[in-house]
């Protein structure tokens, strides 16, 4: 369950990714695990993230987990089966966290249902539920028998606005009760990522949760590629960022290491990266709009779950074909005092940005863009 040893997989050294084992790179698990053993860069050994000692404030070290998870039955079962297999699946997974003294655990991006959002299918939204439904109820116990933060990104359907349908991620405190939810702010248009079919921007901005543990914010998925995302959640106060996702090899792989850490960098925060395992397949084929023949999976989800430091470090990451629990100590205080160290927030230059923001929205706006005069004599 826990993150392999880093080695190749036996029989599999120094083999392409064509004829490794099932989803592994090069026969080691994971992007991470081949840079680490091919790099070996002191930034890549780190499962606690220590800070300086204090005078004035004790240390605030918590315990973070990272589930990432295939689903557990095909897709053509009966739905009732599904959930009920994948929370079966999950229990065990989220016993083994709350055993390991886990203070705050984040699961997948909808993590109680297949991705099915490729197929434009609207039965799947039979899996949303209201924000107190089953899952969180489900989660509910687990979070005051663990005395654990448990934050769960689902499916919703909101019950008192037309029945309307989110991607959400409800947070529950570690006494059992609902905190509050985050709704997915960026809503994709790319691939088979046909998610705008289902559910619209998220209209609950950029809220900090203030856990018994820390300040901890949800980006759900695509919103790691846009930077002020991030920030917004680094503004509001966030010390730990959360970004649970479903993510396929072919489309993000490359920038899956880079986009987090940056985040954690540019923000002076805590990043917790997760994504899903395996290789989907639907009972319809669909097709991509873009020429080639239709399919019946989505791709290989590449697991590869992580942590990112603001001081530039991270954790190795899960494997890439495999389930997994990430668990990792982490001084908050480390988040203040790389503040201190680099000055991000004192030279950001806000307002310059805003003055920029607020005329780019006008629709007479201009770019600022000076032209060398000597380019147009010549044309
Ligand atoms: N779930 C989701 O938003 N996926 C979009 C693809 C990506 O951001 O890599």
Known sequence: ???????????????????????????????????????????FKAFRFSADKEFLRQARVVRVGLIQNSIAVPTTCHFADQK??????????????GASGVNILCLQEAWTMPFAFCTREKRWCEFAEPVDGESTQFLQELAQKYNMVIVSPMLERDVNHG????????????????????????????????????????????????????????????????????????????????????????????????????????????????????????PNPFTSGDGKPQHADFGHFYGSSHFSAPDASCTPSLSRYRDGLMISDMDLNLCRQIKDKWAFRMTARYGMYASLLSEYLKPDFKPQVISDPLIKKRS
């Open 163 to 282: 029945e309307t349908v989110w991607n959400t991620a409800v947070v529950i405190g570690n006494s059992g009760n609902i905190i509050g939810i985050h709704r997915k702010n960026h809503i994709p248009r790319v691939g088979d990522f046909n998610e705008s079919t289902y559910y619209m921007e998220g209209d609950t901005g950029h809220p900090v949760f203030e856990t018994a543990y820390g300040k901890i914010a949800v980006n759900i998925c695509y919103g790691r590629h846009h930077p002020l995302n991030w920030l917004a959640f680094g503004l509001n106060g966030a010390e730990i960022v959360f970004n649970p996702s479903a993510t396929v090899g072919e489309l993000s792989e490359p920038m899956w290491p880079i986009e987090a850490r940056n985040a954690a960098i540019a923000n002076t925060y805590f990043v917790g990266s997760i994504n899903r395992v395996g290789t989907e397949v639907f």
């Open 84 to 97: 009920k297999a994948i929370m079966e699946k999950i229990k065990p997974i989220i016993d083994a966290a």
């Open 1 to 43: 369950m826990a993150s392999s040893n880093g080695k190749p997989v036996p029989g599999e050294e120094g083999k392409t990714p064509a004829v490794a084992a099932e989803g592994s790179i090069g026969g080691y698990e994971s992007l991470h695990r081949l840079l680490e053993a091919n790099l070996s860069p002191e930034l």
